[in-house]
């Protein structure tokens, strides 16, 4: 939970409300940005979760009022002694969102005493549409509204040296090649490219790209930082794709449908690893369910030598952007030729569900100071990542728990 600084002054007596996970718009404004999970998804029933913080005398009569756009929407009495002190949970219903912008601020009325507003109300901005619409495309990883064009020359052969140097632009348009980009493009939305896992944000889309695609195209540079980052791949590639987060951080349903690229940019690369359960650079999660999965490197003379030590890896970024490696224990070549085997753990793997994937290896050769590079493999991770246990509720009798006990205790 992000638990927001405060921004302007304030009641001496009342703080500033929270809400989980809020943002920012940018850092020079004090609007607070709503996206449809926090507003719609997250709680369908209630809305968006705020808490209330506790104020100073709180007692028993208490009650305090949340007020949505100078409407009071929700509204608690403090009946017990275990909620003094505490800070107050209200919502802000479904009902009561339309995109756009809205105030937030809440009423405390003292027992036997009068009303106090926390004042200035938040600003905040709400944004419920989905950037891209509705994925009608069943099929993981192809979202039905999003679209890429490369250049054909491109991918219909490798990116070698000269190319990588040179940099590859992705263009972001509708399939047909007319009309907006994709469905509810928006001013600020953001495309996030994945070249082979490696992430490359576009800057903000303008009115321009929007209305006018043809002339004001949406092109995403791939340098050759970023080509050399992902490595060299074998004759399958690797996945070029992309997704849109908007300006309150809504992102796409999916992913764009990948297009595979060759790269070929080093020289002397050792073959790829191979993963045993993937299916045409596919692996399903929830096919694999809970086993392990394994790298296969096949080696062979001259390539490989008695006494090399392979050490192989996986790496990725996960759908929260955070960077994963894993590297697993080296083997000693002492067989030739022979398929070595690297065992990767289910709990692992799954922190890249739905992602990009590259297998490599690197063989470390007695009295060769640098280690032998292999090319990357590039699998596409889907299904889902495995779920934390079920929450337990420790007062609960026959399926259910007293509504009338004031603090139910869940583990």
């Known amino acids: 939970m992000l638990v927001q600084p405060v921004r302007h002054p304030v009641s001496m007596l009342l703080r500033e409300p929270e809400?989980?996970?809020?943002?920012?718009?940018?850092?020079?404004?004090?609007?607070?940005?709503?996206?449809r999970a926090a507003a719609l998804d997250n709680f369908p029933i209630n809305g968006l979760k705020v808490y209330v913080p506790a104020w100073s005398s709180m007692g028993k009569g208490d009650k305090v009022e949340l007020q949505f756009d100078d409407q009071v929407v929700n509204q608690?009495?403090?009946?017990?002694?275990?909620?003094?002190?505490?800070?107050?949970?209200?919502?802000?219903?479904p009902r009561h969102w339309l995109t756009g912008t809205h105030t937030?601020?809440?009423?405390?009325?003292?027992?036997?005493?009068g009303a106090e507003t926390f004042t200035p109300a938040l600003k905040l901005y709400a944004k419920l549409e989905i950037p891209a619409g509705q994925d009608l495309n069943p099929e993981e990883g192809s979202h039905s509204n999003l679209y890429l064009f490369i250049d054909p020359a491109i991918v219909e052969n490798i990116v070698d040296k000269e190319i990588a140097a040179a940099g590859v632009d992705i263009i972001i348009r509708a399939e047909s090649g007319?009309?907006?980009?994709?469905?509810?493009?928006?001013?600020?939305?953001?495309?996030?490219?994945?070249w082979g896992g490696v992430l490359v944000e576009?800057?903000?889309?303008?009115?321009?790209?929007?209305?006018?695609?043809?002339?004001?195209?949406?092109?995403?540079?791939?340098?050759?930082?970023?080509?050399l980052a992902a490595g060299d791949t074998d004759i399958s590639g690797l996945a070029v794709t992309f997704r849109v987060r908007d300006v309150v951080h809504n992102f796409s349903e999916d992913w764009c449908k990948a297009t595979r690229l060759v790269v070929m940019t080093g020289t002397d690369l050792l073959d790829a690893p191979i993963v045993k359960e993937a299916k045409n650079n596919?692996?399903?999660?929830?096919?694999?369910?809970?086993?392990?999965?394994?790298?296969?490197?096949?080696?062979?003379?001259?390539?490989f030598e008695q006494d090399d030590r392979i050490i192989l890896k996986m790496r990725g970024t996960t759908v929260d952007n955070e960077a994963v490696e894993v590297i697993a224990?080296?083997?000693?070549?002492?067989?030739?030729?022979?398929?070595?085997?690297?065992?990767?753990?289910?709990?692992?793997?799954?922190?890249?569900?739905?992602?990009?994937?590259?297998?490599s290896y690197q063989v470390e050769r007695p009295g060769v100071a640098d280690p032998l590079p292999s090319k990357g493999q590039f699998v596409t991770f889907i299904g889902e990542p495995k779920h934390l246990a079920a929450p337990k509720a420790e007062d609960e009798q026959n399926g259910a728990i007293d509504p009338d006990l004031p603090h139910p205790r869940v583990r």
């Open 178 to 194: 007319t009309g907006v980009p994709y469905p509810d493009a928006a001013v600020g939305d953001v495309i996030v490219l994945s």
């Open 329 to 359: 224990p080296a083997q000693t070549v002492n067989n030739l030729p022979h398929t070595y085997e690297f065992e990767l753990s289910n709990a692992d793997v799954r922190q890249l569900a739905k992602t990009q994937v590259t297998f």
């Open 76 to 93: 608690h009495i403090i009946t017990d002694d275990a909620e003094v002190g505490q800070r107050v949970t209200l919502w802000v219903e």
């Open 202 to 227: 576009s800057a903000p889309l303008t009115a321009e790209q929007i209305s006018d695609p043809a002339t004001h195209p949406i092109v995403i540079h791939v340098d050759e930082a970023t080509i």
């Open 104 to 113: 937030l601020a809440y009423r405390v009325t003292r027992f036997n005493q």
């Open 19 to 35: 809400i989980p996970g809020a943002r920012l718009m940018d850092s020079s404004t004090d609007v607070w940005a709503i996206n």
């Open 282 to 303: 596919i692996l399903d999660l929830d096919a694999l369910e809970d086993k392990n999965i394994t790298a296969q490197v096949w080696a062979k003379g001259p390539a």
